[in-house]
């Protein structure tokens, strides 16, 4: 076939349109996008939520799960924008909150698989209480964070993952705050399931997103990406290629890690990829629905 | 490094020919490529390429693809698809 | 059922429960926590699901999420969590989810006085949350109301879809009453939602009626809810031409449905020429007083609202026509009273107010209405 570009339209001013040429029967995860929604994404050109939006729904497609049983639920910021253009249950929640109120769409419907999809400063800033007593509970709940280090929708101020001297919009002279370490504080407070990659490693990202969807409990996967709009530019950082390749180089495998010596583990300052913690821990709407059973006189 | 898989192998004698040819069909939708480079840079065999100026990569080197589908997994739009080829 | 001495909060919670409330998501709060603690222990007996969420901005957050999910859903609280509820009680306004958030109101501001009454929120019932929204407010004055403006304030946020507030206070949360409950099984209300897939369905969809109705998640609409300015399918828009349309629908949703909405008692009298208007626990010692002042030969009407927001314009019009002055005793520095003011003039309004977690007494509102 030689004619690999499929014709490009005029785009209207500030609006999509849908493709044309049955482009969404191309693939499954194409598939799984909002046939009534405006593409292309409203993410800046290169921008890594776009790949961890292609991860979740290869991971989705992979366990077989049906649309109708799928519900996402997103706070507020760039990476919060992503349910929109998926064909699931979705609800926009406020900044901060999306594990709470999936918490109470869990509960009230434990059936449905409740992925919670937030930004580093939605899940661990504001919404922080919410992230440690979601994993305190084990509530069945996948919290897919994308971990870019900064607020990107805002303009790029920092947030709690920035790392120690960056240069932010509310950080002029270089972030003096140290970072939270994601995945240690998800597995510390309860989590049932941690792991983290980049979007670099999109595959290993869609094993992962797996994983977590197919735990019970409440699963926890930093996807760490870039934003070259915000924080690169005010760090030189290059374009998104060049963010990308910086993430494929300054990341190390859990099993290259453990082949360290102990002094090059201390001295580690590259981004460490694996699953942290995979564990039976029982799940808070099935231990609820016990205690049910139980009050109402049968055996738990 | 030199392009190996550009240059034809002659043939053993007594061996049939190798197959050559694409592994995988390229298919970008460019109304939602925003151009962003990420598939032309990080391309094995080179199979795409995009000067600057332009809104979308070119397929240059169709017969190369893998189907290694790094591309289609890191587009963050989604708007290049490889189909494998038997 | 038998007559059974019961405490105002628990009447809200066997409300809640004979409403048909199968989720509550809440977080202790003086002099609130009795609500929670009953549906603890009832909401299990009946499949319903109760949990203690970590602060009042994660009770508010789930039971809009478990209402997404096909629960009714209830949260109760005080002035400190209330203004905590702000934000996400203005999510379920925009969004248009139906869901009761109790306040029972102690005397603030800030920490105030936990174990004291007052009924401060009155205004931050209405204007608590940014922007322009409508609400539905609900003041109960006994245990019985209490009760029975649970389960209306149930029906109302199904029906319209918006978020109501049962606004009580400490005395009618903790007084304690002999009611005679109606059989639970005796209350139905039908079902306002989508609850099966059937055709197509717009889930803001502005016309034809004023309040599209709420597809549970799950049935088979994947669609999108957000608190971002939305169109008719729910994905977020900029356009002024779907807005407009919006914010015309759901802003006179409730004002189209007043006769259904207002509830108040009067206690008229002919030849009256002053007008007690009151309402919670300030609605009793009007009662006493005006009990009094009538076997004293004074011509007094009363008017006790129990429908706060949206405010009973037309009534309290009415009756400033009737009457040339009307006395406003309430537990704060005149909040009700400003919206008095506005239908009938200042002038024709007298304000008895109390403020320090005292109630109001009925000699306070008969010296106003010597003077």
């Known amino acids: 076939m030689e004619n690999h570009i499929l014709e490009a339209h005029d785009l209207e001013e500030n609006e999509g349109q849908m493709p044309a040429e049955n482009w969404f029967e191309r693939s499954e995860t194409l598939h799984k996008l909002r046939k009534n929604k405006k593409f292309p994404t409203i993410w800046c050109s290169g921008c890594g939520i776009g790949i961890v939006m292609g991860a979740l729904i290869r991971a989705i497609d992979h366990l077989g799960l049906k649309n109708d049983d799928v519900a996402l639920v997103a706070g507020i910021g760039c990476t919060a924008r992503m349910p929109i253009y998926m064909d699931f249950n979705t609800l926009h929640t406020t900044h901060g909150r999306a594990l709470a109120f999936a918490t109470g769409l869990k509960i009230a419907r434990p059936d449905m698989k409740v992925i919670a999809i937030m930004g580093d400063g939605d899940a661990l800033a504001i919404g922080g209480n919410h992230f440690i007593h979601a994993a305190r509970r084990n509530m069945g709940i996948t919290a897919l964070v994308v971990n870019?280090?900064?607020?990107?929708?805002?303009?790029?101020?920092?947030?709690?993952?920035?790392?120690?001297?960056?240069?932010?919009?509310?950080?002029?002279?270089?972030?003096?705050?140290?970072?939270?370490?994601?995945?240690?504080?998800?597995?510390?407070?309860?989590?049932?399931?941690?792991?983290?990659?980049?979007?670099?490693?999109?595959?290993?990202?869609?094993?992962?997103?797996?994983?977590?969807?197919?735990?019970?409990?409440?699963?926890?996967?930093?996807?760490?990406?870039?934003?070259?709009?915000?924080?690169?530019?005010?760090?030189?950082?290059?374009?998104?290629?060049?963010?990308?390749?910086a993430l494929k180089d300054n990341s190390i495998s859990q099993s290259a890690y453990g082949r360290l010596t102990p002094k090059d583990q201390a001295s580690n300052t590259k981004v460490l990829r694996g699953t942290f913690v995979n564990i039976q821990r029982p799940q808070y709407t099935t231990v609820y629905s016990n205690l049910i059973t139980r009050v109402q006189g049968g055996q738990p | 490094m030199p392009d190996i898989l550009s240059q034809p192998s002659a043939p053993s004698p007594g061996l049939a020919p190798v197959k050559k040819g694409p592994r995988g069909e390229v298919i970008l939708y460019a109304n939602w490529c925003k151009g962003c480079r990420i598939c032309v840079e990080f391309c094995p065999p080179k199979v795409l390429a995009m000067d600057p100026g332009e809104d979308h990569p070119r397929v240059v080197l169709p017969d190369k693809c893998t189907a290694c589908h790094f591309c289609d997994t890191h587009c963050p739009d989604l708007a290049i698809v490889i189909r494998k080829l038997d | 059922m038998a007559i059974k001495l019961m405490q105002g909060n628990d009447a809200i919670g066997w409300g809640a429960i004979a409403a048909g409330c199968r989720f509550y998501a809440g977080y202790p709060i003086t002099p609130s926590t009795e609500v929670a603690e009953l549906l603890a222990r009832e909401l299990p007996k009946l499949g319903g699901k109760f949990i203690q969420m970590e602060d009042e901005i994660a009770s508010m957050a789930a039971i809009i999420g478990a209402s997404v999910g096909g629960l009714k859903a209830m949260t109760a609280t005080s002035g400190p969590g209330f203004s905590l509820m702000q934000e996400n009680i203005g999510y379920a306004a925009m969004a248009e989810i139906p869901c009761v958030v109790v306040d029972v109101q102690r005397l603030g501001p800030s920490t105030g006085q936990p174990t004291a009454a007052s009924q401060g929120d009155v205004m931050q019932a209405r204007w608590g949350t940014h922007g322009d929204h409508p609400i539905i407010a609900l003041s109960p004055i006994s245990v019985r109301q209490a009760f029975d403006l649970t389960v209306k304030a149930f029906e109302l946020s199904e029906k319209y879809r918006t978020p109501v507030i049962l606004l009580t206070d400490e005395i009618v949360g903790h007084m304690r009453e002999p009611v005679d409950l109606p059989d639970f099984k005796s209350i139905c209300m039908p079902e306002y939602r989508v609850t099966k897939k059937d055709g197509e369905y717009i889930p803001y969809r502005n016309k034809p009626g004023d309040v599209p109705p709420l597809a549970n998640f799950g049935v088979g609409y994947r669609y999108h809810i957000t608190g971002l300015f939305h169109d008719e399918k729910g994905f977020s828009t900029q356009r002024y031409d779907e807005i407009d349309p919006w914010l015309e629908r759901v802003n006179t949703k409730l004002e189209k449905h007043l006769d259904d909405i207002i509830m108040l008692e009067e206690d008229l009298m002919p030849g009256a020429k002053t007008a007690i208007l009151s309402y919670g626990a300030s609605a009793r010692t009007a009662r006493h007083a005006i009990k009094l002042a009538r076997s004293q030969g004074q011509k007094v009407d009363l008017m006790t609202l129990l429908t706060i927001w949206p405010f009973p314009e037309a009534q309290v019009e009415a009756l400033g026509e009737r009457v040339e002055r009307i006395i406003v005793p309430e537990m704060n520095l005149g909040q009700l009273a400003y919206e008095v003011e506005r239908m009938v003039g200042r002038k024709k309004v007298k304000r008895v107010t109390r403020a320090n977690g005292e109630m109001v007494t009925p000699q306070m509102i008969l010296n106003a209405l010597e003077g």
Do not use: W
């Open chain 1, 148 to 245: 870019n280090a900064i607020y990107g929708m805002t303009g790029g101020q920092y947030s709690p993952t920035t790392p120690l001297n960056g240069r932010a919009t509310t950080a002029p002279y270089g972030n003096i705050e140290p970072p939270f370490p994601i995945c240690d504080l998800a597995a510390a407070a309860g989590a049932s399931y941690v792991a983290r990659s980049t979007v670099y490693h999109a595959l290993e990202l869609d094993k992962f997103i797996s994983e977590a969807i197919a735990n019970d409990g409440f699963s926890v996967v930093e996807a760490v990406s870039y934003c070259h709009t915000t924080y690169g530019r005010l760090n030189k950082l290059g374009t998104a290629a060049d963010m990308m390749r």
